[in-house]
T-cell receptor, first 114, second 117 residues
Framework: EPEVTQTPSHQVTQMGQEVILRCVPI?????FYWYRQILGQKVEFLVS????????KSEIFDDQFSVERPDGSNFTLKIRSTKLEDSAMYFC????????????FGPGTRLLVL | AQKVTQAQTEISVVEKEDVTLDCVYE???????LFWYKQPPSGELVFLIR??????QNEISGRYSWNFQKSTSSFNFTITASQVVDSAVYFC??????????????FGSGTRLSIRP
């Protein structure tokens, strides 16, 4: 069964460093998403992406964040200058169609900023 | 504004007991979808069910069942004859159409379920 994959599974970085989190969505899916879960808290929407552009972003997704689909398979989240409060689990998700199609989540990347 | 409330922060039951996880939602949309996701200790999010706002039929899948009541804006989840492997955090969620073509999911704060042997 096709699934969303994410790399790395864990990343430790120093405050102020740039990180890139990578995702490979399910191959025939057209909509892509990033969510964040701070330890012990709920999952929060960051951004949605369709047709090579951002569809919607939350107030969390400030200028430090960017997303890109550099080729036909990868979908990346870049944090330009990490802060301590960026420490969280980051989930990538994809869905086949628009609107309210089921989103399938990757296993997550646990980011720790020191 | 859209909102999902899971009032039960933690539940602990003995194996084989039935347990119900409550979920109450708020939305102004007439068309919306509700979800349940399971997050085991390993951390991934496992999709369990999706329900649209026009389908109030209850659903059963093995030991799992879901009760959707539009009149009370609730979408409760029952596990029958619970097992230790059911121990996880369970999230109820609501999809919002938003102003773009892509939807976003709004999650509740989760219920941590512990099944004791």
């Amino acid at each position: 069964e096709p699934e969303v994959t994410q790399t790395p599974s864990h990343q430790v970085t120093q405050m102020g460093q740039e990180v890139i989190l990578r995702c490979v969505p399910i191959s025939n899916h057209l909509y892509f998403y990033w969510y964040r879960q701070i330890l012990g808290q709920k999952v929060e929407f960051l951004v949605s992406f369709y047709n090579n552009e951002i569809s919607e972003k939350s107030e969390i997704f400030d200028d430090q964040f960017s997303v890109e689909r550099p080729d036909g398979s990868n979908f990346t989240l870049k944090i330009r200058s990490t802060k301590l409060e960026d420490s969280a689990m980051y989930f990538c998700a994809s869905s086949k169609g628009s609107s309210v199609e089921t989103q399938y989540f990757g296993p997550g990347t646990r980011l720790l900023v020191l | 504004a859209q909102k999902v409330t899971q009032a039960q922060t933690e539940i602990s039951v003995v194996e084989k007991e039935d347990v119900t996880l409550d979920c109450v939602y708020e939305t102004r949309d007439t068309t919306y979808y509700l979800f349940w996701y399971k997050q085991p200790p390993s951390g991934e999010l496992v999709f369990l069910i999706r329900r649209n706002s026009f389908d109030e039929q209850n659903e059963i899948s093995g030991r799992y069942s879901w009760n959707f009541q539009k009149s009370t804006s609730s979408f409760n989840f029952t596990i029958t004859a619970s097992q230790v492997v059911d121990s996880a955090v369970y999230f109820c969620a609501l999809s919002e159409k938003g102003y773009s073509s892509a939807s976003k999911i709004i999650f509740g704060s989760g219920t941590r379920l512990s099944i004791r042997p």
